[in-house]
Structure formats: structure tokens, C-alpha cells
Nanobody, 122 residues
Framework: QVQLVESGGGLVQTGGSLRLSCAASGTIFSINSMGWYRQAPGKQRDLVATQTTGGMTNYADSVKGRFTISRDNAKNTVYLQMNSLKPEDTGVYYC????????????????WGQGTQVTVSS
């Protein structure tokens, strides 16, 4: 079993910054990709940013230049530095990991964290 625990959400004013963290634990051989998604009230869950173990990143257009994703592979942890926050960044931020559970296994399994609320006031 794999658990993802997020932290770092909160209430911030427009233009402020927050840093989210997500730590994966459990039966993990390797993690191919970790990333962040957000869900605003009444809307679907959308990609914010992802990063592979090799360092390749992918960002939503709306956050490019403001958010930075990073990983500590040794700690199975992913971070999201969010700067110049806007009210439209408000939502629940979920961490996702694509995990290889055991050596020699090629399948990856998708796990989600419980989510952390980010609220940006205008």
C-alpha cells in the first residue's frame, strides 16, 4: 500500500506565495512521475504540474512562470512552489504519483493524496 501525504496549503492574499509538499511512503520500488492537480469548486480536476524522475517537467499554461515543481527522489517527495498567486488559483490541490511497487515489475500504479486547500483572497 502507498500513501501520499500533502501539506502546505492555506489562505493567502493575491500576489502571495505558498509551498506545497507531498511525501509518498509504503511499498515503493520507484516512482516514475509525481505531480500536482487542482480542483476548483464545481469544476473538474486539472493538471497543474508534473515531474518525472529524470527531471522532465510539464506545467499548465496558467501557472507557467509562477509555479515551480521540484522533487527529492531520495525522499519520495514532491514540492510545488507557488508565487504570484491569483484568486483563480484557489482550489483543492492533489498530489499524484505513478509508482512501481516491486523490482522487475513494469506496471505503474496511480495513487492520490487526500488534497490540501489553497485559497487566494482578492
Amino acid at each position: 500500500q502507498v500513501q501520499l501525504v500533502e501539506s502546505g496549503g492555506g489562505l493567502v492574499q493575491t500576489g502571495g506565495s505558498l509551498r506545497l509538499s507531498c511525501a509518498a511512503s509504503g511499498t515503493i520500488f520507484s516512482i516514475n512521475s509525481m505531480g500536482w492537480y487542482r480542483q476548483a469548486p464545481g469544476k473538474q480536476r486539472d493538471l497543474v504540474a508534473t515531474q518525472t524522475t529524470g527531471g522532465m517537467t510539464n506545467y499548465a499554461d496558467s501557472v507557467k512562470g509562477r509555479f515551480t515543481i521540484s522533487r527529492d527522489n531520495a525522499k519520495n517527495t514532491v514540492y510545488l512552489q507557488m508565487n504570484s498567486l491569483k484568486p483563480e488559483d484557489t482550489g483543492v490541490y492533489y498530489c499524484k504519483a505513478l509508482v512501481v511497487l516491486t523490482r522487475g515489475q513494469s506496471n505503474t500504479y496511480r495513487y492520490w493524496g487526500q488534497g490540501t486547500q489553497v485559497t487566494v483572497s482578492s
